[in-house]
């Protein structure tokens, strides 16, 4: 009776980290976070030295690390298995768990991962991660602690687990696909205002790396991020409202046209002003025209006046307008327009934005500069 | 030692149905047939009578029902409870859980809805729905079967279920924010583009609009209507590609700019091509302008030959260019554009689709309308 007591006292320690670890799942947002946050507290009741997720490549038909715990973890991640092979292959090729108490024994063993680790396993679990009756992954726990095996009570946990895991997973790329549509359909509609005129063919997208080369070597949080990339993929979304024969004229504009193109910044934020969503990013939009020294439009604003976004954008959209071709005058080189972006610091640009770009080009040469 | 046994188990039982539910969370798409689920499971293990899920109205301080369940759930659906009022308001409020073993001795019990839906509760347990740090809802259980009333042990399963609720519940709205962004950043730049030529200001929203109209009385899935809505408001994109000396040349356009013109929706089609969850759709934008007797464009498609939202949109489009001013033409009013759709059914229209719209636009007289 004792034992049957403590047996079931056992039994709801698991259920309820099950229950505990739903909770985790609190956001679709963070899901490397949260994977990590579950794999934790699997590893903390199974008394697991070591866990790791895999997602399934279908192309490559291979498997590789979403998360790799441990200390070896980074070393792992570099790692792909192909399908079907080792016990994780086996585990993804038949959608079903799998607990094996000693891997040298096992002929499924794959001692790839371990050889590029330096880690030893000696007993593993591995489940399939199912959604929609589809194996999208699988979850391991390695190691029982203290030279033990894994027994069936284990096994029943992380598959319950991996039923969670895989949840967790679906909603998060339901939720990465609905997001890469967003900016993929801002992008091509916003390509095709480029293209109306051949000069501006592309420019857009370049602006887009050029920002990002200066945002992504700022310590700026995600959300900032992409919050500069959206505001560089609209940035001249208001060139719909200006007239072609402006837009795509073949030499220099009059005074009167130039005044009339000038207001494309406040079209761009007409267009942005009924989307409630990107509303914050008006600013970022309006303003990438302005200069650091007042002398900018539409508002004139000065220094730190302009928004951190326009400063930045204002630096990639015009080093592509002086490496591009326009009707009435031949492109720059890379090396002048670095000159000229150094000599309107301070005037025209933040010398901040202008120096960080300038060594990131050149450290990273940008996959856009081979589409000019 | 017998009891402390069966209380075990029963512990065990109750914490199963928790891992249970959380794995009916499989997908953040179908939020109310999710909380249906866990709901009826929850209504099972507690011997409920009925149970609800409230949101709350930020705005207007008031809670409303997302889900109410039994057989007077329709009629407490129209209701809505403010803010801190009755046992859920103060479940709101203060975003604490509440078991009210008999309401009629509770001072904060609000006959509102009982008195509406003729429900006689007796017992309540109400949770706040709590999502990082902020009540975003409330989920009660009524009435425990068998004139009993709900226990401790009830509240402890009901808490824990409301956490998981709050986190589906918080997952979902976070992909409809994201869908909506979407949604709306395609309206709003497709309406910028319409808004060039003051003649067709407005036309895409509107031929969304009719496009629904039929769209809707269809017995067609969610997920086709959706399809439908997106390729209404994409059909003209490809406008962006026509020279504004053609889209707004006041007057009839010679043969050649007509040629031109025809090409937008080949321009449509290019622009849509890069995004690749939107590619399905490029035949309804690219065969808008068939004609059921094969003499449209581009494609001379005849028949069924043509996709069905672009039979579809073919009508929406048609009525609303009938029936809006161009610069060398008076619009038609609306039953001198009906006669019109009715005399071109089975010619240029599919009848059925005629049909359809002219019977629900004069039911629904569509919003849109107003706005010409």
Redesign the interface.
Known sequence: ?KS??SD??K??KR??T??DT??A?????DIDELLNLVLQKAELVMEAETSSVFRIDEKKKELYFQIARGKKGKEAKEIRVPMGKGIVGWVAEHGKPLLVPDVTKDPRWYKGVDKKTKFVTRSIIAVPLV??GKVIGVAEVLNKKGNRFFNDDDLELFT?LG??IA?AL??AS??K??????L??????????D??DPYTRGHSARVVSYALLIGESLNIDKESLKELEISAILHD?GK??I???ILGKPGKLTEEEYAFMKRHPE?GAA??E?????RMLIPNILHHHERLDGGGYPSGLKGSEIPVSARIICVADSFDAMTTDRPYRKRKSISAAFTELKQCSNTQFDPEFVEIFIEQYKNKKPLAETEQ
Chains 1, 2 share one sequence.
């Open positions: 009776m049957k007591l079931l006292q039994k709801i259920l309820e099950l229950v739903s909770l799942f609190s956001s679709i947002l959604s929609k319950a039923n969670q949840v679906e909603n339901l939720y696909e609905l997001d890469e549509l967003f993929s359909s801002i992008r091509a509609i916003v390509e095709a205002v293209a109306k979304v719909i409202g007239p072609d024969n079209f267009i942005i009924p989307i409630s969503k990107l």
